[in-house]
């Protein structure tokens, strides 16, 4: 899907979203969800290809025709005959809780215990030419009402960005996202962020360092959060023990689904670490279920969930998502992840597809 801007992170660009969708049947009923893996390897391992390869290969044929009670019930089968590929796994469960929300008309919210009718949401803003060019966006974003507003960053594209975007907006709710690129001494170059007055620095150093984060964080008063480096609760709570990190980023697709997530989140209550909701640029599918996510009691600070309109100029979701005035996005009450399929959109967009009996 044709992104409405292009989308440039540390890493790399974007114009287009590729995802798989999954429609998976349960006793007549039909569940969907969606693998966040991106074409590219380079915000996570896991990429469409490979994606595509696991769910055919391995994962699906694997529970294919079994009973499971709860939605992420296959996973402890699977998780040491098919190690890793956690956004594979991610989406068969959300398709598994449309399923069951749909079973017992019953709202992924409703099931998963979500308290809250609407969420804070901000805008995760993309690398631009320079920092004027970057006020000028965040302003447009500001204007449609976002009141938190999330930049990316890189070496040399990070401090007089955000000195330019803080001076612009003096009481806005800022953070900043790296996204793996500095490495414990570059690191250093991000100290004058300190004076910024950040919500957050998101994580400034590799997926594998949580023992250098811990290093770093005792650094900065701005607290660190961690994204790519938690794929599972364990994670999480090493990187608490080891003060690598004082908030965590939580995306079902990159911790392998919405049981994983709610297990982090627990942790993360219980240790009184404030979490939030991460983004994939996802479709409707998708941010529906991060919506559902985002209303569970520990998610206090906004996510990363913006209105439809920021990402695509149509979605293969009938629902069209839209920021109300107070910067909060409503979540869905509908059985299931609360959404409907465009047929017409997802045909138009479909460059592949498999069936798997
Ligand atoms: O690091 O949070 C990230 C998008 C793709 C890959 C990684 C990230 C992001 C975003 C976008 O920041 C969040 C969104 O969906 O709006
Ligand atoms: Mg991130």
């Known amino acids: 899907m044709p992104l409405r801007s292009t989308f440039a992170i540390s890493s790399g660009a974007s114009d287009e979203r590729d995802c798989i969708i999954l429609e998976v049947t349960v006793d007549g009923i039909k569940g969907y969800g969606e693998c966040v893996a991106e074409r590219d390897p380079s915000y996570s391992s896991e990429t469409v290809g490979t994606s595509w390869h696991i769910l055919n290969e391995f994962l699906i044929p694997e529970i294919l025709g079994k009973d499971f009670k709860e939605p992420g019930d296959f996973q402890p089968k699977v998780s040491f005959i098919i190690k890793g590929h956690l956004m594979c796994k991610a989406a068969v469960e959300m ?71 803080r001076k612009a907006f003096p009481d806005m709710r800022l953070q900043v996202d790296a996204n793996s690129a500095y490495n414990i001494e570059s690191a250093k170059d991000l100290k004058p962020l300190d004076e910024l007055d950040l919500l957050l620095i998101e994580q ?5 360092d949580i023992i250098d984060h811990a290093q770093l964080q005792p650094q900065f008063k701005t607290p660190i959060c961690l994204d790519e480096s938690i794929l599972c609760v364990r994670h999480a709570r090493q990187a608490i023990d080891l003060g690598a990190c004082r908030i965590i980023n939580i995306k079902p697709g990159r911790v392998g689904g919405i049981t994983e997530a709610m297990a982090i989140h627990d942790l993360c209550q219980q240790r009184n670490v404030p979490v939030w909701c991460g983004g994939m640029l996802e479709t409707g599918v998708g941010r529906a279920a991060n919506l559902a996510l985002a209303s569970l009691p520990g998610f206090i600070l906004p996510g990363d969930i913006s209105a439809t309109e920021r990402y695509f100029f149509e979605d293969i979701t009938q629902q069209w998502f839209t920021l109300n005035n107070d910067s909060t996005i409503t979540v869905p009450e509908a059985p299931g992840l609360g959404i409907d399929i465009d047929p017409d959109n997802l045909e138009k967009y479909t460059l592949a597809k498999m069936t798997i009996p």
């Open 95 to 165: 398709a598994l809780w449309d399923v069951k929300g749909k079973q017992e008309g019953k709202s992924l919210k409703t099931l998963i215990g979500g308290v809250r009718s609407k969420v804070d949401v901000g805008v995760s803003v993309g690398i631009q030419e320079s920092p004027q060019a970057l006020v000028k966006v965040v302003e447009g974003y500001v204007k449609q009402g976002y009141k938190r507003i999330k930049l990316k960053i890189k070496p040399q594209r990070d401090i007089a960005e955000t000195r330019a975007v």
């Open 204 to 208: 400034p150093l590799n997926e594998d």
